[in-house]
């Protein structure tokens, strides 16, 4: 596609369900990152994967999240028994060339989750 | 792993004055250091970036700097309009195979 695609663009959902984000890169590229928006906060890390590599886990907060890339393509974000904390902007990149100097992250337009 | 630090929070400046923003990063290592502004709703977009063997880079009206032994660079906007108006982040990573690193965001207000 033209850019990085995020779904659903809302999402607001009661504590202790479970949610799955989407998440639809730019065709061709190889690495995937996810990244959370608190209000009015900065960018923080979850997941990256890399083509056929083992993910880089180390940002995720807890074990109730989990990411999976099927195919090297989409990727899905679970949440799960979410939590009032849970709430914030999902954000999804990718990349051409991993830490690509002449490619930098292009992002997709995020998820808003809103835990009630 | 890499901590990036970024200064000031909130930043107020008037048409056409100049806006400095500041970061500091931690890990040696890191050789390449993204600039992105978000405007409000919207998703983060690069506007500049500069690697470790370049001291200085610009493009029209915004410029980066690299100080590698102090560890610290920084996004000049001159000539600031109200369209500047947005959050800015810094970034820092290693070589290729690594994730980027954020700065906490500077909240950009030109006033007319």
């Known amino acids: 596609g033209a850019g990085v695609s995020q779904s659903p663009s809302n999402k607001v959902t009661e504590k202790g369900k479970d949610v799955e984000l989407r998440c639809d890169p730019i065709?061709?590229?190889?690495?995937l990152y996810w990244y959370r928006q608190s209000l009015g906060q900065g960018l923080e890390f979850l997941i990256y994967f890399q083509g056929n590599s083992a993910p880089d886990k180390s940002g995720l907060p807890s074990d109730r999240f989990s990411a999976e890339r099927t195919g090297g393509s989409v990727s899905t974000l679970t949440i799960q028994r979410t939590q009032q904390e849970d709430s914030a902007v999902y954000l999804c990149a990718s990349s051409l060339i991993p830490g690509s100097y002449r490619y930098g992250y292009t992002f997709g337009s995020g998820t808003r989750l809103t835990v009630v | 792993g890499e901590n990036v630090e970024q200064h000031p929070s909130t930043l107020s400046v008037q048409e056409g004055d100049s806006a400095v923003i500041k970061c500091t990063y931690s890990d040696s290592a890191s050789n390449y250091f993204p600039w992105y502004k978000q405007e409000l709703g919207k998703r983060p977009q690069l506007i500049i970036d500069?690697?470790?063997?370049?001291g200085e880079k610009k493009d029209q009206r915004i410029a980066v700097t690299l100080n590698k032994t102090a560890k610290h660079f920084s996004l000049h906007i001159t000539e600031t309009q109200p369209e500047d108006s947005a959050v800015y982040f810094c970034a820092a990573n290693k070589a290729a195979g690594n994730k980027l690193t954020f700065g906490g965001g500077t909240r950009v207000l030109v006033k007319p």
């Open positions: 065709s061709g590229h190889t690495a």
């Open positions: 500069i690697r470790s063997n370049v």
